[in-house]
């Protein structure tokens, strides 16, 4: 049995640890709120974007001729994975990195095994967990989140497809944790270039005559690549809520456990310390026992 010195040394040790999951439960919640209403608020608009690309490009000979949707014999790959940049949040990041690592297994293990599969990280968990595993990875947007805007996510969006254009790369996949609530996260997997054909509308969309202002070539031109990079932000707004609601609950769940623990504990230290009285009284009296009879 542990002695009275070590149990309350425990007890002091899990008091404090309970005091800082109860902080970063607070921080989370309070970030959950802000990043929940950015992916709420910008989940219409960009679904809308691809809803109308996809009305567009149904009827126009331009769409066709766009760099990103051209498909190609896949020799390159680049996987753009959204992880977080710490850690504490349950099995956020595993996940993540788990998808990851099953994409590349079920559609590019021949690309992967040539060397030929390149990894962009947007957070540090992703970066060191496929650096740890030898692949190449490109950490020039890892530190997204330090300062989350459309502007650093579009660097990166702009980088991919610059590189698909150029034919470093001939598909783009995207692996990130979508955001349900603060107790349910998806792993999506979403190929981003080429381009995915998009269902047509109720009706044959292309027997419909548009009207293009200024012109259907400038329209198409600008959408598309807006289209992208829209997709791209919106997969790492997704993520950021996410890690924020995964991390608040594994900390609300940590503080329960802390609170489950330290009430063994205070059983123990309880037990023990009436125990060390009653050998105590014990002595006292065989000692008392000892002096009359002597």
Same mark, same amino acid.
């Given at each position: 049995?542990?002695s009275?010195?070590?149990?309350?040394?425990?007890?002091a040790?899990i008091?404090?640890?309970q005091?800082?999951?109860?902080?970063?439960?607070?921080?989370?919640?309070?970030?959950?709120r802000?990043a929940?209403?950015n992916?709420?608020?910008?989940?219409?608009?960009?679904?809308?974007?691809?809803?109308?690309?996809?009305?567009? !490009?149904?009827?126009?000979?331009?769409?066709?001729?766009? /760099?990103?949707?051209?498909?190609?014999a896949?020799?390159?790959?680049?996987?753009?994975?959204v992880?977080?940049?710490?850690?504490?949040?349950?099995?956020f990041?595993?996940?993540a990195?788990?998808?990851?690592?099953?994409?590349?297994?079920?559609? $590019?293990? !021949?690309?992967?095994?040539?060397?030929?599969?390149?990894?962009?990280?947007?957070?540090?968990?992703?970066?060191?967990?496929?650096?740890?595993?030898?692949?190449?990875?490109?950490t020039?947007?890892?530190?997204? *989140?330090?300062?989350?805007? *459309?502007?650093?996510?579009?660097?990166?969006?702009?980088?991919?497809?610059e590189?698909?254009?150029?034919?470093? $790369?001939?598909?783009?996949?995207?692996?990130?944790?979508? *955001?349900?609530?603060?107790?349910?996260?998806?792993?999506?997997?979403?190929?981003?270039?080429?381009?995915?054909?998009?269902?047509? /509308?109720?009706g044959?969309?292309?027997?419909?005559?548009?009207? *293009?202002?200024? !012109?259907?070539?400038?329209?198409?031109?600008?959408?598309?690549?807006k289209t992208?990079?829209?997709?791209?932000y919106?997969?790492?707004?997704?993520s950021?809520a996410?890690e924020h609601?995964?991390r608040?609950t594994?900390?609300?769940?940590a503080?329960?456990?802390a609170?489950?623990?330290?009430?063994?504990?205070?059983?123990?230290?309880?037990?023990?310390?009436?125990?060390?009285i009653?050998t105590?009284?014990?002595?006292?009296?065989?000692g008392a026992?000892?002096?009359?009879n002597?």
């Open positions: 049995m542990a009275l010195k070590e149990v309350r040394a425990r007890i040790s008091n404090s640890t005091q800082i999951t109860k902080a970063m439960k607070m921080v989370s919640a309070a970030k959950l802000r929940q209403d992916i709420t608020q910008l989940r219409p608009y960009a679904q809308k974007l691809s809803q109308m690309l996809g009305t567009v !490009s149904a009827g126009a000979e331009t769409a066709s001729e766009s /760099p990103y949707k051209q498909t190609r896949i020799g390159r790959v680049l996987i753009i994975l992880t977080s940049d710490r850690g504490l949040c349950g099995a990041n595993t996940n990195v788990k998808a990851a690592l099953a994409l590349i297994d079920e559609k $590019y293990a !021949s690309q992967a095994r040539s060397g030929s599969v390149e990894i962009m990280a947007i957070g540090k968990k992703g970066a060191e967990a496929f650096q740890r595993r030898g692949f190449k990875v490109n020039h947007h890892v530190d997204i *989140f330090g300062s989350l805007n *459309f502007n650093t996510v579009r660097a990166a969006a702009e980088e991919a497809m590189g698909f254009a150029n034919g470093r $790369y001939d598909v783009v996949e995207v692996v990130y944790n979508e *955001f349900r609530n603060a107790a349910l996260q998806i792993v999506r997997t979403e190929q981003m270039l080429p381009i995915v054909a998009a269902e047509s /509308p109720a044959n969309a292309s027997s419909i005559n548009y009207l *293009f202002e200024p !012109s259907e070539e400038q329209i198409v031109t600008e959408l598309i690549p992208i990079k829209i997709q791209l919106k997969a790492v707004l997704d950021n996410a609601g995964a608040m594994a900390m609300d769940k503080t329960e456990n609170g489950e623990l330290l009430k063994e504990l205070r059983l123990v230290y309880n037990r023990t310390r009436q125990a060390a009653t105590e009284i014990l002595e006292i009296v065989g026992e000892a002096l009359a002597g």
